[in-house]
């Protein structure tokens, strides 16, 4: 009977420092049960929501930190040579049709991962940091119902003036993932043509053949036209006299073509041997002849250069006239030189 009445009044105590039994802090309890006293209870009461917010920052933090590590292991695993293969082994397997855009050089590769990875951390910490922000009010007593229709209030309103915003971010976000382009490629987006020179979620500088250099936002390109991704091809249209012979002309054109593909300068450049593609015009003064060469990327306009000197060469030792008023007219799929 004492040892029921001695519990009867520590559970009283406990109610009166710590409150009713599914409202007492756990810090206050646990602070009771070691100490029996009652001055120490409430003082533990009073500092239990500092230390809960204490806790949950801690965590927050903690986690921020771990997943930016995992975030940046991951980003840098995506840089490295062999990411490439695994992503084609996981195309192969899951048959899922991402763009192929063939191999990534690493320099090129490391950028598009290392921006992939800068989203991802902020995405992630914001998500934390968001939640922890409403574990803290909840804490606080406030009135999450309240604040949750005034921020949605807010929400609508910047949404209306920001959806251009997250139009060239969720743009460049799949431009950067899909590796529509990258630094070093000239591309055509409608708005500009040139060289890349920079890429982030939200815009493209572009510099042209002037020197301007063009901001342009993602969410405003509606499509890419890449001169420099793989491959490219030079095309050269070769003006001959109407009355000229053909089969000569063909012959040294394409061995004009045949003997730069050899050149121990030109020839790497060159990725497969030159075509002359045949007649492409014919008009009353001219036959407009086609040579056509596949080339690496940006070497186009290099390798069509040089063609032009040995082609012009190579008809005037045959003995073949020019047509119309230009010897040789020139242009490289992927549009001019920069």
Known sequence: MLAFATAGAD????????????????????????????????????????FRILVILLVAYVLVR?????????????????????????????GVALLDTGPVPSVRRALRAGVIGVVLRSFVAVMIWATALVMILDTLSVNL???????SIIG??????????????ISGLFMLVEDQYGVGDV????????????????TTRLRDV?????????GEIRRVGNKSQQWARAILDVAIAYDSDLVVAQAAIQGAADALAEDNEFGPLIVAPPEVLGVEQITNDQVLMRLGVKTKPLEQWRVARELRVRVKAALD????????DSVVTYRAEGGPPT
């Open 66 to 94: 771990l997943s930016r590590l995992a975030i940046r292991h991951i980003a840098k695993r995506l840089s490295r040579d062999e990411a490439g293969d695994q992503i084609a082994k996981l195309r192969r397997r899951t």
């Open 187 to 202: 591309i055509d987006t409608g708005v500009a043509t040139g060289t890349v020179e920079g890429v982030s979620l939200r």
């Open 317 to 324: 030792e045959a003995g073949i006239r020019p047509g119309g």
């Open 145 to 151: 119902a309240a604040i949750g229709i005034g921020a």
């Open 156 to 169: 609508v309103a910047v949404g209306f003036g920001s959806q251009a915003l997250v139009r060239d971010f």
């Open 11 to 50: 559970n009283l105590e406990l109610i009166n420092a710590c409150g009713a039994p599914g409202q007492q802090a756990w810090l206050c309890s646990t602070v009771h049960d070691i100490t029996g006293s009652a001055r120490a209870s409430q003082v533990a009461d009073d500092l239990a929501k500092p």
């Open 210 to 218: 002037e020197g301007v250099v063009w901001h342009v936002p993602n």
